[in-house]
């Protein structure tokens, strides 16, 4: 075969692949919702003329293209093999894998992010907190920071010093947490290994806890990681704490109008099995305690890492609120929450703290 006729059916050839493939793309139904990623896919943008000429359908477009592509899970799990076996990078979109855990680099710190929750936070004070409160406020720090390794890393002693707030007392855990504490492969911590967390939280609030609980496996889970980083086969385990104080609490979902109790093993089937505590991300919801001091009331500012820690400070209180403010409004919280005469506790993780823009 001569380069002539060896480069027409190179080209018939190359044309064939990339004609097929189009147009498997184009017959293909889309897809609504990674799995894996745990996130919405795009899907074909809404066309006109002012999307044309601002740009922004091209950029959608571009986006659709790639979230839509035939195979795409499969190819995923080859470019994290290529990146991670063959050019041996050290993580891939920014996970890598240590001492069997996946680990997410954060990294830098974004000082105005965390100045906006700080003033996020003098606002609510501002508003709603008085010499009646005994206000409270701890850091979760992420796994990266329990890493000594090559990784960059947030400057957690300047985050913290950014994070000094005069009104509050800072609760810190950061010695009370090792890697052992979080899921191998998602962001959040185990709430069967809380226990020195909890008793810290308790010696500075001066509340009577005890470690009386019951520990019961729901079901096993692949966390978020795990679809960022698609060649891991790690798994983790849903691990609860109970007993008969936590077993009769009555729970309010103000979004749902809804109650409930604090484990919803509706989630277990949900794409985020971490939803199970306390139902996910949810604005604002109330533990009633029938056993808490009726004098007694504890309001929790959170972002999910509450979600698993606050079944464990009830015991005390007759009524716990939990608020997230990434989904509702400080302003209008007024309309809902009594703030009088109230323990009050901000508990924010570092990844919200470095990246607060979902905050309202």
């Known amino acids: 075969m001569n380069d002539r006729i060896k480069n027409i059916v190179v080209t018939i050839s190359f044309s064939f692949v990339i004609i097929s493939i189009l147009f498997v793309n184009i017959m293909k139904e889309n897809t609504e919702i990674s799995l894996s990623e745990r996130r919405r896919l795009q899907q074909f943008p809404e066309f006109s003329l002012e999307v044309l000429f601002n740009g922004s359908f091209f950029e959608k477009f571009e986006k659709y293209t790639m979230d839509q592509f035939m195979q795409r899970e499969n190819f995923r799990i080859i470019k994290a093999n290529i990146e991670m076996n063959i050019l041996k990078k050290q993580d891939s979109n920014n996970i890598y894998e240590y001492d069997q855990k996946l680990i997410e680099q954060i990294y830098p710190l974004n000082e105005k992010s965390v100045t906006n929750i700080v003033n996020k936070m003098n606002e609510v004070n501002q508003k709603y907190l008085d010499e009646t409160n005994k206000i409270y406020y701890t850091i979760v720090p992420d796994k990266n920071y329990f890493v000594n390794d090559n990784h960059l890393k947030l400057d957690y002693q300047k985050l913290q010093n950014m994070m000094k707030i005069e009104w509050a007392n800072y609760i ?24 020195k967390v909890v008793n810290k939280i308790a010696t500075q609030m001066n509340l009577k806890l005890d ?26 385990e849903i691990r609860i704490l109970t007993n008969d104080i936590i077993s009769n609490c009555i729970v309010y979902n103000y979004e749902k109008k809804l109650t409930t109790k604090i484990y919803d093993f509706k989630k277990i089937n949900a794409p985020d099995k971490y939803d199970i505590y306390l139902s996910g991300a949810v604005p604002l919801l109330t533990i009633e305690n029938p056993k808490g001091n009726p004098d007694k009331e504890l309001i929790i500012f959170r972002d999910s890492y509450g979600s698993s820690l606050a079944p464990l400070l009830v015991k005390e209180y007759h009524k716990v609120t939990l608020i997230d403010t990434r989904y509702i409004s400080p302003k209008i919280l007024g309309n809902y929450v009594e703030f009088d005469n109230k323990d009050v506790l901000f508990i924010y993780s570092t990844l919200l703290i470095n990246n607060s823009s979902s905050m309202k």
């Open 211 to 236: 470690n009386n609980y019951k520990e019961n496996k729901v079901v096993d889970f692949k966390g978020v990681y795990a679809g960022q980083f698609p060649i891991v086969k790690e798994t983790d």
């Open 172 to 195: 810190d855990i950061f010695d009370c947490l090792d890697l052992s504490c979080y899921y191998s492969t998602d962001s959040h911590w185990k709430q069967e290994r809380l226990q």
